[in-house]
Every structure is written in structure tokens, then in C-alpha cells.
């Protein structure tokens, strides 16, 4: 599904990302791993065509984007669905409007399909009758789960989470993992999931990549991934108290 080839990228003289590859495979969850200022959140934004590399190439499906204009970039984009760290809801809008964003702004479905499809996406993300509160009424529990139904709502082929358990407490961030994870299998979605957060990572993936200092270090099934003898892996592992997953 998404295919990153030999990719660099540079901030002025500082590089970010080394010669990255990384193949993530149609209908897994990959977890993205690593401490901050690794380059796990640069290698979000060039999945998603928000920044170019230096270098190399990103393919999602059979578009190579790492070279596409703005306009190819958003047909590309509606094969994906993002949610954000701080889930980015427009605080001008019902909740209901902010899950029909995407509707209203790429396709040509009547109000009435699109009520039809903000109701059953809220419904799917365990959110009824919620379309006309605003966002400021929410909790930050809700607020995911809200822009986890906007960004399905597009019918996704790939969902792109950036930290999703940030600024929740243990109880909810088990339940949007939980969320996560039923996502991925009701709607056979690819999911990526960056974040710093082992025990999520653990709980959701298939499969975890860590980035450490611009590098990618490792690559694996969450069973073999623990048992990587490389320190830096086992560091991650003891800092987070995490070894008792």
C-alpha cells in the first residue's frame, strides 16, 4: 500500500530522515515509534504529501507522490483519511459539520445522503446523536473520536493517526486504541499510527518501525519486536515501563 524508497530529508543543513525504506502492507496497522525530534512525525507529513523529500521516493499504491503538484496531491489524498494530534476540528462547526467536511468539499452527494453519512460514521465511533453540539462541549476523547469519523467518512483506503492517545488519560486511551483496532478490522483500512506511546503501539499494530535520530533502527512483528537486542529498542521499552505487555 505504501512503499518509502531511499528517502532523505533535510531541513536547510540538518537531516531529519536518512535514507529511509519501509514497505507497509495493504490492511496492516504499522506503528511508527520513537522519541521526540526522531523524524517520526517528518515521515508522516511526507506520507501525506504535506512536505517533499531531498530524496528518494514515496509511493502510496501505484502514485509516486514525492514530485506531484498540489492538485494530484489532493486526488491522491482522498485515499486517505487523517487523524490529528489535537484532533483539528473547526471550532466554528457542529461536530456534525466537521464530519461532512470532506463530503461537502470533494464530492457532489446531497445534503440529505451526506446527514445520512455523518450519522452512521458517528455511530460507528461509538457517537449518536452528537451532531449538533460543538466541538467546545466535547471531551478530548470525544474530539477523536470525531475526527476519526471525519476522516472515514471519505471511505478511506489508508488512515493516518498522529499521536492519538496525546493528552488522554489510560482509561480513554485504551478505548480509542480499542477503536483503532476495530477501525482497521471492520473497515479493512491500512493503518498508520505514529506515536511515542509503546503500550498503544503494542496493544493496535501488526507490525513497529522505530526511528531513532533520523534512522530507521528496526522493523518488525510486535512479538519479535520486544526482543530486539539493539539498546536503543530496549531503552524505549524500560523508559515507558512497558516490559510487562
Known sequence: MIKIKNVSKYFNTKAALKNINLEIYDGETLAIIGGSGSGKSTLLRLMIGLIQPTSGEIWIGNDEISTMSEAELTHVRLRMGMVFQYSALFDSMTVGDNVAFGLVEHTDYSND?????VKDKLKQVGLEGVENLMPNELSGGMKKRVSLARAIAIEPEIIFYDEPSSGLDPI?????????????????????VV???MASACRISNRIAMVYQGELIAVDTVERFRNIPDTRVQDFFKTLKTDNI
Open 113 to 117: 445522503k451526506i446527514k445520512a453519512i
Open 172 to 192: 480513554t486511551t485504551t478505548k480509542i486504541d480499542e477503536l483503532i483496532i476495530s477501525t482497521q478490522k471492520n473497515l479493512g483500512v491500512t493503518s498508520v
Open 195 to 197: 506515536t511515542h506511546d
